[in-house]
Antibody, heavy 120, light 106 residues
């Protein structure tokens, strides 16, 4: 059974870069689409972007200028960087696999999530 | 971007009730609609994918229907563990977008 686990600093200063890694276990990262999703405290879910195992990426336009998602197949990991963070970037960050079928796709499984707080 | 609008935003119900949550897309998304359940402090969990397919392990009291722009999630007989927040999500195009959530309260 595939499991995902986020890791990275829980506190980032304003204007700095948020960096998180998602480690995939129980299966290979060399397939599927791999996404980052975030949830500000008490609010809803926002898709940040995904990376395909081929290396192609797609980002939410609301964050596109500040986001980079990358893949390390040798470590079965993918990573997120958000630059120039502000307080509004404070959120629980989830990594998730996007399973793709002929006529649809969905997020499953998800990592446990990691809270990142932007504060000086 | 495709906007997803859920109604109601919150809902009070009792154990045993039949409950329906609606999700409307701002344009046609065929059956590219998923439902997730999130309990406080927990990870969202997939309930329904492709509008009406029940995820493995999810109780059969959950069902989904719809296509195009209008979708529903129905819980046939509420159980205590069903009180949570429910989100719809479209996978028709990027950016992937979620509804604002429906909080189901006792």
């Amino acid at each position: 059974q595939v499991q995902l686990q986020e890791s990275g600093p829980g506190l980032v200063k304003p204007s700095e870069t948020l960096s998180l890694t998602c480690t995939v276990s129980g299966g290979s990262i060399s397939s599927y689409y791999w996404s980052w999703i975030r949830q500000p405290p008490g609010k809803g879910l926002e898709w940040i972007g995904f990376i395909h195992y081929s290396g192609s990426t797609n980002y939410n336009p609301s964050l596109k200028s500040r986001v980079t998602i990358s893949l390390d197949t040798s470590k079965n990991q993918f990573s997120l960087k958000v630059s120039s963070v502000i307080a509004a970037d404070t959120a629980v960050y989830y990594c998730a696999r996007e399973e793709v079928a002929i006529d649809s796709s969905w997020f499953d499984p998800w990592g446990q999530g990691t809270l990142v707080t932007v504060s000086s | 971007d495709i906007q997803m609008t859920q109604s109601p935003s919150s809902l009070s119900a009792s154990v045993g009730d039949r409950v329906t949550i609606t999700c409307r897309a701002s344009q046609s998304i065929s059956i590219n609609l998923n439902w997730y359940q999130q309990k406080p402090g927990k990870v969202p969990e997939l309930l329904i994918y492709a509008a009406s397919s029940l995820q493995s392990g999810v109780p059969s009291r959950f069902s989904g229907s719809g296509s195009g722009t209008d979708f529903t999630l129905t819980i046939s007989s509420l159980q205590p563990e069903d009180f949570a927040t429910y989100y719809c999500q479209q996978s028709y195009s990027t950016p992937r977008t979620f509804g604002q959530g429906t909080k189901l309260k006792i």
